[in-house]
């Protein structure tokens, strides 16, 4: 089993920066065999893809985030990031990380991120 723990959320100012994290460990050969994504939810909306990271590194935003994150991944501490700048109140959410089509069996409790304005 897999567990998932994302850290490093909290409360910025619109325009701000932050910088989230997602420790994988359990019973799995590592994340470097894996695609790896950020995922987020807000209040009332359907979770979605924010950003994803291949194996060999090459990475996908949704365009909503396009040019002010970025995600990035340590294969031997089985962690990725997710660099948010520029921050603005719409990415308010609980964000989560997880592998990417197909997800893990299970996932973190998330971070939250709260962006005022």
């Known amino acids: 089993q897999v567990q998932l723990v994302e850290s490093g959320g909290g409360l910025v100012q619109a325009g701000g920066s932050l910088r989230v994290s997602c420790a994988v460990s359990g019973s799995f050969a590592g994340i470097y065999i894996y695609a790896m994504g950020w995922y987020r939810q807000a209040p009332g909306k359907q979770r979605e893809t924010v950003a994803v990271?291949?194996?060999?590194?090459?990475?996908n935003y949704a365009d909503s985030v396009k040019g002010r994150f970025t995600i990035s991944r340590d294969n031997a501490k089985n962690t990725v990031y997710l660099q948010m700048n520029s921050l603005k109140p719409e990415d308010t959410a609980v964000y989560y990380c997880n592998r990417y089509q197909p997800p893990f069996g299970s996932w973190g409790q998330g971070t939250q991120v709260t962006v005022s304005s």
């Open positions: 990271i291949s194996k060999d590194g090459s990475t």
